[in-house]
């Protein structure tokens, strides 16, 4: 048991050092192909992710939507529910935060605490449907959730437009149709001064750790571990798994929802038509590269918010633009997810069997 | 508004024109798609493939003056991007759910930074140099009032998809070829045994969605815009998938539910003169979309909550 482990965690090990040498050649050449230096632009990015307190403030501002996301995706597939609509969800927990934020006054620690509870609740309400269709009628939830991304999109910017601003139309361009800008007392507090790195870390880290704790310790969370494996299998070992699944699907769309009111309460403060930059789907690449595992999720997160905010200082230290960084994530996504166990085995499969021919040869 | 002037909008020819005519991105790739996953390979990079084929289509026809030159730059490319996929999830082992969304994110990222890099804009480019596909007039159309509003005078490429989804149609149902197809999506260890290749079926398959994908992406920026914008595609891709879905990999029903789809977008277009705010109407075509699975659905209701 005890070699098997560290085999596992081998393999895990010589994965994500073959994919981040991969990675690191295929980002050398597209920075190449650019005309510019690899070195050049390594250094400029972690100048701009460590160089100074407030360039790690902006790391740590970056890495905290990414870690939220990622837990409300960790929750979905841990648990075999396709929640597609972290987007959607985000949009909904974004706007209502920013609501719960700008017209309820209270003192400062409960303001916060119901304005991120206000933004998971909306979240959470969003996942109702398609859940509700997928139990009821077998729907498939991958694509409900999917087209409730852009209606949420939609709505959420027809809500400000019409209900919050008044219809005035007179606003042009996406960037200036916006919710009032929240009270003081509903904003997180900032743990780097300068920089909008909020206390919504510690919630992100927090909420990882409940979730490793959950999923490793709790029956409910083992079950919902056995039904995300093999439904049927687990439906047969006595798992409630509609319970599971309702449950665990509106938990997911808590914490995305947390995710937007945290983004609004933390950092933006006021909610912006089209703000997201996809963090849903930041959140799930970022949950496949950690493998699921909410604990690696914490640094991997941190790691994506190192490049986001490296990149953005590269973007003006040199001729790159900052999507070439976004880039070179993609080829890390997509070589990470590339099973080198399975291939490892079938190489050697394949060596034996040359000898074994070999050997009736001779 | 009256009920008439209701209907009136409802039936209106330029309506349906329109429909006819944005469904073609979606019949092109929704009716490729569908040999994809009709071999069972889970796959929603259409995104990726229609985005970056509508860059190459714009930049294509830029730099070659044709617009036929765009489409071919295009099927190349969405060609590749599938290969890259099929790379990734056939021969590599990778998760298809997880390379998808890395591909629709990336294509993103690399078609905002090529137009970037070749034409120095950042997010559009609109240039007459972007030469748009030409319509097409039938002259014994001319005679019949309403339909020729509505079929006559199109762009090729919009002929081209219905055609294709025909064409398609005797391919899956009526040959060899299509039945193996079939067999393969129905029992893939059944398939095997019977002796089909199913690594080749898939990979086929999977070339051939990339290379309509990309032609479909084609048709957005050559449509007669003469521009490309990042994110052009704006859940095209979804929607294609949306409707292999609701259709059930049937070419004709993924192109009647394309044409579904492309109505709701459609209605759009005139509703916003009566002061119905565009957001709303802008949710239509995935509202539809919601709503047509539903319906299909119907008949596994139970009274009581299953999974």
């Not at chain 1, 039904?227 to 769309?253: E, P």
């Not at chain 1, 403060?269 to 970022?286: D, I, K, Q, Y």
């Not at chain 1, 990470?336 to 001779?362: C, G, M």
Request: glycine share 10%; aromatic share 12%.
């Amino acid at each position: 048991m005890k070699l098997n482990l560290s085999e596992h965690s081998r393999i895990t090990l010589v994965k994500y050092l073959i994919s981040f040498i991969l990675t690191m050649v295929l980002g050398g050449l597209l920075v190449l192909v650019q005309g510019e230096s690899p070195v050049e632009a390594v250094k400029a990015i972690v100048v701009g992710a460590f160089g100074s307190k407030i360039n790690i403030g902006n790391s740590i501002r970056w890495s905290i939507p990414c870690m939220i996301a990622g837990a409300a995706a960790t929750v979905a597939f841990r648990s075999g529910v396709m929640n597609l609509g972290l987007e959607g969800q985000i949009y909904f927990g974004a706007i209502s935060g920013a609501l719960a934020g700008a017209y309820v006054s209270l003192p400062h620690v409960p303001h916060v605490v119901i304005c991120i509870v206000a933004a998971g609740l909306a979240g959470a309400l969003y996942t109702l449907l398609p859940a509700f269709l997928r139990l009821f009628f077998k729907v498939d939830e991958m694509i409900t959730t999917l087209m409730l991304n852009f209606v949420a999109t939609l709505m959420t910017e027809y809500i400000t437009i019409w209900f919050i601003m008044g219809g005035n139309m007179s606003a042009n361009g996406s960037a200036s149709i916006a919710t009032p800008q929240i009270s003081r007392t509903a904003e997180l507090s900032t743990i780097v001064k300068g920089t909008t790195a909020n206390t919504g870390f510690f919630i992100g880290v927090t909420t990882l750790l409940l979730i490793a704790f959950f999923f490793k310790y709790t029956v409910q969370g083992y079950s919902a571990r056995q039904a995300g494996q093999n439904m049927s299998f687990a439906k047969v070992g006595g798992v409630n798994v509609l319970r599971n699944y309702i449950s665990m699907f509106l938990v997911s769309g808590f914490i995305a929802g947390m995710c937007g009111g945290i983004e609004v309460s933390g950092s933006y403060h006021r909610f912006t038509a089209n703000f997201s930059p996809n963090l849903g789907w930041e959140g799930m690449m970022v949950t496949r590269v950690a493998e699921n595992n909410p604990i690696a999720l914490i640094f991997v997160s941190f790691i994506w918010g190192v490049l986001k905010a490296g990149s953005m200082h590269m973007e003006r230290v040199t001729t790159l633009n900052r999507l070439t960084v976004n880039l070179i994530q993609m080829f890390f996504v997509i070589l990470v997810s590339i099973d080198y166990d399975l291939l490892f085995r079938a190489a050697q499969e394949k060596f034996r069997k040359r000898r074994e021919k070999k050997e009736v040869a001779l | 508004m009256s009920l008439a002037e209701v209907l009136s909008v409802l039936f209106d020819s330029m309506i349906f024109a329109a429909a006819f005519r944005m469904a073609t991105p979606m019949v092109l790739a929704g009716v490729s798609g569908a040999f994809s996953r009709s071999t069972g390979v889970f796959n929603i990079a259409f995104e990726c493939f229609m985005l970056t084929g509508a860059f190459f289509a714009a930049a294509g026809s830029y730099f070659s003056g044709s617009p036929y030159i765009g489409a071919l730059c295009a099927m190349i490319v969405g060609m590749l991007m599938a290969a890259l996929f099929g790379l990734c999830v056939f021969v590599l082992k990778a998760n298809p759910m997880i390379i998808s969304i890395a591909l629709n994110s990336g294509a993103w990222a690399m078609t905002t930074l090529l137009l970037l890099k070749i034409f120095k804009i950042r997010g559009r480019i609109l240039d007459p140099r972007i030469k748009n596909y030409t319509p097409i007039h039938f002259e014994f159309l001319e005679n019949i009032p309403y339909l020729n509003e509505i079929f006559n005078d199109q762009l090729g490429i919009v002929y081209f998809a219905y055609i294709f989804a025909i064409v398609c149609y005797i391919v899956m149902y009526k040959t060899y070829f299509g039945l193996r197809l079939r067999g393969i999506g129905i029992n893939a260890v059944g398939a095997q045994t019977a002796g089909v290749n199913i690594s080749r079926y898939r990979w086929v398959t999977l070339l051939f969605m990339g290379m309509f994908s990309g032609l479909a992406g084609s048709y957005m920026p050559l449509s007669g815009l003469s521009m490309f914008s990042e994110s052009m595609t704006s859940g095209r891709g979804f929607l294609s998938f949306a409707a292999i879905l609701v259709g059930k990999g049937n070419p004709i029903k993924i192109a009647l539910v394309s044409l579904l789809f492309a109505y709701a977008d459609a209605l759009t277009l005139t509703l916003t003169s009566y002061g119905l705010p565009t957001q709303i109407l802008h949710t239509l075509p995935y509202v539809a979309v919601i709503l047509v699975m539903f319906f299909s659905c119907l008949r596994f209701f139970k009274g009581s909550a299953e999974i």
